[in-house]
């Protein structure tokens, strides 16, 4: 609506939207001044939004940023806390800001500001029902779940039902002694129906928040702003405000669903648009009918490193249901698969495009967060391959970008421990007067042993390995990791043979 977002990207029921979706979503509505997506911080949110910004901006340059909204205090161990009711702010100051003609980078710096200072907590008495599915029934009716989030994954900590004001006494402590949260005069409290909620329960929720923060309240928003079906419960959100910030949460806007304590102008009037979402990125030009030595080298490297993922698949998934979701394997078996039924359209003469079309194929044949992983890096690595031509820049670009929108650093138990000791023994050999197959050879072994290295690491702090303690991790290769040694190790076989 007019004064907000101006598009929605939607996915399946508390799934990510594809990155396909959301690059139709960006060229819908792009335009010179450029586009801001506003992202939850969920692994698959962060990686299909990132890669549709990547391919925004490789193949249509377009003027795109990104603000990842983590205000959950739920887990104050997590490094990426999950993004839940506070973004409907970081919403409406950057709609305000944009709506006002600011240029992309105040809009951006001031969504960021907000999503930084942002602090919330949610709690339930009844979790939500998928559609299709069975009721669930974790909770007894004299229970409750403190911190749980949006999609109705299990919360912190299961307690004993209490008296509303004791329930909300508890969630300001924990919000006010967030490392996070910044201590204000000024703040706005918001207050959301996590989807059936009465009014008169949130009623008394809005009141006894009110009460404890006293004065240091200025704004008080309570409704449905950010729903998770059917859950029976609310969240609280702090936001600190300067004159500034308030002026951009009371700035007039038509999004329906906004509640900012007064009526909203034309609640029912809003824009709806239907959107085609496009096929993949094609190659610039097609396969040639006589491959050069650069383009043959080329196929056999991505032959093998499919036919290696290919054949890993029940190693990778044995891995991955110690420390994971079980389907490691299956992902990534399905991507080479893809990538061999596309390879004869891959224009092979052309490194760098032929990487952009692969990048493509793995987009749509993995799926789930290691598939859009993979299709980030092979984008950056494309982007850097035209710039430079230099593969060892190529892969030190790819696993930048991975990082990047992945959220995950060295020591965190993912494909990064195998990919950056990579990179740093590509350099250093090629530092020392190696070149060709010395210097990928380097690659390959320092990927084995990172890959090996996680073996001993007991804690992770990305993907879903973080969610496990340290006696589930222990002893077990992280499977990321090892798929990045064994492909590596199957280019560096193909290409010396």
Known sequence: GEGMLTGAVLGDVFASPTADAVLAAIRAVTGRAG?????????????????????????????VEVVVVADDVALPDVAQPRGIAGTVLVHK?????????????????EAVAAARATVSLGVALETCTLPGQPED????????????????????????????????????????????FQAETCLVLLVNNLGT?????????????????????????????L???????FSLSLLPLSEARLARLEAPTRAPAWQPGRAVQNPLETLARTVAVPVAASAETARPAHLDAAGTKLEAAMLAATDALIHAETDLNTLDRRVGDGDCGTTLRRGAERVRRDL????LQNAATTLQALSA??????????????????????????????????????TTAVATHGGARAGDRTMLDALLPACDAAEAARAEGRTGLAVLEAAVTAAEAGAESTRGMEKARAGRSAYLGA????????????????????VYEALRG
Not at 93 to 109: I, R, S, W
Not at 212 to 224: A, D, E, F, K
Request: glycine share 12%; charged share 20%.
């Open 137 to 180: 029934s974790r909770l007894d009716g004299n229970q409750i779940e403190l911190g749980l989030g949006i999609h109705g994954e299990p919360g912190a900590e299961t307690t004993d039902l209490k008296p509303v004001d004791e329930l909300v006494d508890e969630m300001l402590l924990r919000l006010t002694s967030s490392p996070r």
């Open 93 to 109: 100051v950057a709609g305000a800001a944009a709506a006002a003609g600011e240029p992309l980078e105040a809009v951006t710096a």
């Open 471 to 490: 006696s589930a991790l222990s002893g077990t290769v992280d499977p990321g990791a090892k798929a990045v040694s064994l492909w590596l190790r199957a």
């Open 197 to 225: 909620a009465t009014p008169l329960e949130l009623a008394l929720v809005t009141r006894r928040a009110a009460e404890v923060l006293g004065t240091q309240v200025t704004r008080v928003y309570s409704g449905s702003f």
């Open 35 to 63: 586009c801001l997506l506003i992202v939850k911080n969920y692994t698959g949110d962060r990686l299909n939004f990132g890669l549709a910004a990547e391919r925004a901006r490789t193949e249509f340059g377009l003027h």
């Open 344 to 347: 004869a359209a891959y224009p």
């Open 227 to 233: 729903t998770a079906l059917d859950m029976k419960g």
């Open 361 to 398: 194929s793995v987009a749509q044949g993995a799926g789930g967060s290691s598939g859009v992983l993979y299709a980030i890096f092979f984008g950056a690595g494309a982007r850097e391959l035209q710039n430079s031509g230099d593969w060892v820049r190529g892969l030190r670009a790819g």
